[in-house]
């Protein structure tokens, strides 16, 4: 983008492009965090705003698309605006699959608060929701400032919100426990608590698309996935086999 | 008669520094008079008339030239605005600031811009780094000229809560340049949640204890009324529980302030190492009582940050307490501190040697109310809040907190402060 091209329409077409992204980020970042806000503090009409919101990034995705196509057939691209073009278009994908993700959220939040629940329920989920907001942030800013030396700091954060998410399992589990009425709310949970895990998943991969684009070279391959959640079992108490 | 003498001699006096300021230029003329007399073959005389008419009219224009000098120095200042680099102008507003072009590029941005949302690149979109939907559509509109000088409330949820107002203006005419300045709203803003926040926590937490008080003066005014032994328990347990609530009051208050206050780059600088020494000895008592010695590692070297002196003792105080109340067990707690370099960031480690944590609550035990073991918090006298307030004043520092732990060896609490 900063480079001048002698065709200036090309660089009005690149930023155009990235302007379109701008916009599918704003509207996935809010998606999630009014979402997340829907589901805490049970507002149904809020879900409902939202689950229509997704419309427009499956929208956008589209014509950012179609317009990439159109700039690398016309424009027969090399290097840097070619992975420019071809970033766009993944990040693109990866912002509405969060949005995806945002909406199946605002569907559970009327299956969730049916019967209300006590707010330790919505704590853990809460800060889960701003880990994962923060990193989309960041990695967003990224790409508009172009910096890749805050690229790496984004996929340390990834790990924190895996970590989260397995103590948050936990923890939802123990409930289910304690009182089976707590089943349904909390299963729901546990399914909008992997939705925002996985928005943390597409944040590190856009930040990857990013470094690609930046750089030109990939992101060193290593990557823990420390979401330890598939080994946690419920043990039932000895004391309860007896009822 | 004096007056007179007095007003002549200065008239006098500007004449000659007249004569004399315009020396040069009377000498280049008086000589081009006369080459041009002698070439067309006068005497001179008549070139030397010339002169003559030529310097007393140089000593009549002072007084005129005097008083257009006053106006001058009253013009100047207009005059200099309108030759004034914008920039100058914008870097002087102490609000965030952008100046952008027909396309929504970042033409400028001031000092207040760059702390308050990150440094700007050139080429740096609008569009790109403000994302929220009525941003965009705004910007487009003040770009197409449709909503003048009207203005709009743009919130940023994460790291944490700023609210602004925002305007848009065309700068002149046919510029093509637009101006996008923000107004910070958040203080008024966050009192107003503070207000909700505070309630809501305030009624959850304060109500165990209260249901608690409540339960044992029921059973002293029934079956435990003529039970001296009973009576005196239940008294000490109501005194806990009052104790509690009072400390949970303190933390929450501390922690809504904290949440109220603006934000601002912290500007003052903070030797770490004579705050620890401080927060130690304020201490003392404490680690005493818990049987803990608090040994300090920490290299002679100056340890400067940026920030708030009175928020970073809160810090200090919150994890070296936490370290003497649950770390008992280990019989000590160590403070170190590292990386004192330029660019380097500074880290200030806490370590006991008490039971750990469990890993899966590690990622969760700044969260408020949240307590690993509900039972040990009410007996240390915890009210949940400590290590969010430490979170909540890091994170406005730009600093921030790991932790590391390992059942039956201890935990270790690191604060990270990004280089001055």
């Keep these: 983008m900063q480079s001048q091209h002698i065709m200036r329409s090309f660089d009005e077409e690149l930023r155009f492009l990235a302007n379109q992204i701008g916009a599918m980020g704003g509207y996935a970042e809010r998606m999630v965090d009014e979402a997340v806000a829907a589901l805490v503090g049970g507002d149904v009409a809020l879900a409902r705003k939202v689950i ?89 800013d990224a790409y508009a400032t172009r910096s890749a030396e805050k690229i790496g700091f984004v996929r340390d954060r990834d790990e924190e919100i895996d970590a989260m998410y397995t103590s948050l399992f936990r923890e939802l589990l123990t409930y289910m426990m304690e009182d089976p009425r707590n089943i349904t709310a909390c299963t729901h949970l546990i399914f909008c608590a992997k939705n925002i895990e996985r928005i943390g998943d597409h944040a590190t991969n856009i930040a990857e698309t990013v470094f690609h684009i930046i750089t030109g070279t990939t992101m060193p391959p290593e990557r823990p996935k420390v979401d330890q959640s598939h080994k946690i079992i419920a043990t039932v108490p000895a004391a309860q086999g007896g009822k | 008669m004096q007056e007179e003498q007095g007003a002549a001699r200065r008239l006098l006096k500007a004449a000659g520094e007249r004569v004399a300021r315009f020396g040069p230029v009377l000498v280049a003329a008086a000589a081009a008079l006369l080459l041009l007399d002698l070439y067309l073959g006068g005497t001179g005389l008549g070139a030397a008339l010339a002169v003559l008419v030529l310097i007393v009219v140089a000593m009549l224009f ?21 030759t004034l680099p914008a920039t100058d102008l914008a870097a002087a507003v102490q609000d965030p600031l952008y100046i952008f072009d027909e396309a929504g590029g970042v033409v400028y941005a001031n000092r207040a811009a760059s702390a308050a949302f990150g440094p700007a690149v050139p080429g740096l979109s609008l569009q790109l780094k403000f994302r929220a939907p ?57 009192i107003d949640r503070m207000r909700a926040d505070f309630i809501a926590n305030a009624s959850h937490e304060l109500r165990t204890p209260l249901a608690s008080i409540a339960g044992f003066i029921e059973t002293l005014r029934g079956p435990a009324r003529d039970d001296a032994k009973a009576r005196e328990a239940f008294l000490q347990i109501m005194h806990d529980q009052t104790g509690r609530m009072a400390r949970l009051i303190d933390d929450l208050l501390s922690l809504s302030r904290l949440e109220a206050k603006p934000y601002g780059r912290p500007g003052e600088k903070v030797d770490l190492r004579l705050l620890i020494g401080g927060v130690r000895d304020a201490l003392a008592h404490l680690a005493k009582e818990s049987g803990v010695t608090i040994e300090l590692d920490i290299p002679d070297t ?14 200090f105080e919150n994890l070296l307490e936490n370290a003497c109340k649950y770390g008992s067990s280990g019989g000590r707690v160590v403070v170190s501190a590292g990386g004192g370099g330029p660019g380097e960031e500074r880290t200030v480690t806490v370590t006991d040697f008490g039971p750990g944590i469990a890993e899966e609550h590690l990622p969760r035990i700044t969260e408020r109310f949240y307590r690993v073991d509900v039972e040990t918090s009410r007996a240390q ?40």
């Excluded at chain 1, 057939?73 to 699959?97: H, T, W």
């Excluded at chain 2, 008083?67 to 009253?74: L, Q, V």
């Excluded at chain 2, 915890?382 to 932790?403: P, Q």
């Design chain 1, 52 to 140: 229509e919101d997704d419309l427009y990034l499956d929208l956008k995705e589209r014509e950012i698309g179609e317009k990439a196509v159109v700039i690398i057939a016309k424009r027969q691209p090399m290097a840097a605006d070619l992975r420019e073009i071809v970033g766009a278009i993944r990040i693109s994908g990866d912002l509405e699959r969060i949005g995806d993700l945002g909406k199946n959220i605002a569907k559970r939040v009327v299956a969730v608060t049916e019967a209300r629940q006590p707010t330790r329920l919505f704590r853990g989920l809460s800060s889960l929701t701003e880990l994962a907001l923060t990193q989309l942030k960041e990695v967003l």
């Design chain 2, 62 to 82: 002072p007084e005129r030239q005097e008083k257009r000098g006053a106006e001058e120095r009253i013009d100047g200042g207009a005059r200099l605005i309108e």
């Design chain 2, 134 to 190: 009525e941003m965009h559509d705004f910007i487009a509109r003040a770009i197409e000229g449709v909503n003048g000088d009207l203005a709009i409330d743009y919130v940023e949820r994460v790291p944490f809560e700023r609210a602004y107002r925002v305007s848009a203006t065309p700068i002149g005419e046919g510029t093509r340049l637009f101006v996008l300045l923000f107004k910070d709203q958040s203080e008024a803003r966050r």
């Design chain 2, 302 to 315: 100056p340890l400067e940050v940026a920030g708030h002196r009175d928020e970073l003792v809160q810090v």
């Design chain 2, 381 to 420: 006298k915890g009210t949940g809040l400590g290590l969010a307030i430490v979170k909540h004043i890091l994170t406005r520092h730009g600093a921030r907190l790991s932790i590391r732990s390992k059942l039956g060896e201890g935990s270790s609490f690191t604060v990270h402060f990004p280089p001055p």
